[in-house]
């Protein structure tokens, strides 16, 4: 097997990843440290993120691509940016806009068709079970699709290209590794000479922060984040931030970019990103049942302290009520 050595914000963890054989003695199954295992198919009998492969969702997927690849350029992030930085749109709690991702189906994803509660509960379920003592990694978990409102009226309604989907930098070549790259030949962009050569508008290791991502839910749930002065470690707002970037995380592209710091993050999100993708399945989850962690997570201190001085000074991963 292999393994990750992972600076934790506070220790070190140590985690495993072997191959296990099946019955028919074939290794097909990845089984990580805490014992979480990655099924061989999705809940439709293919590979997971198989974005060729002739199924019920393939067309509209390739679909939403074109239209996301298209118009997700250097203007329009700004544009974007600029908007929803505002945050003045809703006020509330997380739970309550976890709840409203009940009515988010997601069209980019091939490998599922639940509402996105579902989602949000499984993976941070599966994250649970094998980091029992990472409060910041389960909550990290349950936050990290929430941007996904903004396809919602009161969000404005924007459209699924500009919600959902694989994320990329914008203002420099776009990477073959990024699904469906055959797509940005219509972005304007594309033939742009200030944004169409591999470093683009950016340079050597300027961090991640500088570089402007494609629009969409994870840089808004980031932007939410840290303007309602979160607390949630370095690493949690990384893995919100980065997590649809899999030209990245997965196929090492754009490393160029990153800063030190970054490439500690990266570590993190690598381990986030199994239980993100394998753990989304037919399974429930009954939410009921779980909610009541859930708020205590998000209603607790950061340091382990819960004393009267660290609850007066607001030391919480979130405030009650936060703005959108
Ligand atoms: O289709 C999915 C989905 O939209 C996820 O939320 C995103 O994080 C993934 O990167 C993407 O592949
Ligand atoms: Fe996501
Ligand atoms: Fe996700």
Redesign the pocket.
């Given at each position: 097997g292999m393994t990750i050595l992972v600076e934790h914000p506070d220790s070190a963890v140590e985690v495993e990843e072997k191959k296990v054989s099946d019955q028919t003695g074939e290794e097909n199954e990845l089984v990580l440290d805490g014992g979480f295992v990655v099924p061989p198919t999705n809940a439709f009998g293919h590979t997971f993120?198989d974005y060729d492969v002739n199924s019920d969702r393939r067309d509209g997927?390739e679909e939403?691509y074109r239209i996301n690849h298209i118009n997700q350029s250097v203007d329009f992030v700004k544009r974007m940016r600029e908007e929803y930085g505002k945050l003045d749109k809703v006020e509330m709690s997380i739970w309550e806009c976890c709840e409203l991702l009940n009515e988010v189906v997601?069209?980019?994803?091939?490998?599922?068709d639940e509402p996105?509660i579902e989602?949000l509960l499984q993976t941070a379920e599966a994250i649970r079970k094998d980091y029992p003592d990472e409060g910041w990694l389960h909550l990290t978990a349950l936050i990290?699709?929430l941007g996904?409102v903004l396809h919602l009226p009161a969000f404005g309604e924007l459209p699924q290209w500009a919600?959902?989907?694989?994320?990329y930098p914008v203002g420099c070549a776009f990477d073959e590794s990024t699904?469906h790259h055959k797509h940005f030949k219509k972005n304007p962009d594309y033939n742009n000479p200030a944004y169409n050569t591999k470093y683009g508008i950016y340079s050597e290791g300027c961090g991640l922060d500088n570089v402007l991502m494609s629009w969409?839910?994870?840089d808004y749930m980031y932007l939410v984040a840290k303007e309602n002065k979160s607390t949630l470690p370095s690493a949690g707002l990384f893995i919100v931030r980065y997590?649809?970037?899999?030209a990245l995380h997965r196929a090492g592209a754009y490393k160029h970019l990153m800063n030190e710091e970054d490439i500690e993050n990266l570590k993190w999100l690598k381990i986030f990103n199994k239980y993100?993708?394998y753990s989304k399945s037919k399974v429930r989850i009954d939410v009921e049942k779980v909610k009541p962690y859930y708020l205590s997570l998000i209603e607790k201190v950061k340091t382990n302290c819960s004393c009267y001085w660290s609850w007066m000074e607001g030391n919480f991963y979130f405030p009650a009520k936060l703005r959108w």
């Open positions: 993120r997927v939403f997601d069209e980019s994803d091939p490998d599922l996105q989602h990290h699709d996904k919600v959902v989907g694989d994320t699904v969409g839910h994870d997590h649809s970037f899999y993100d993708l």
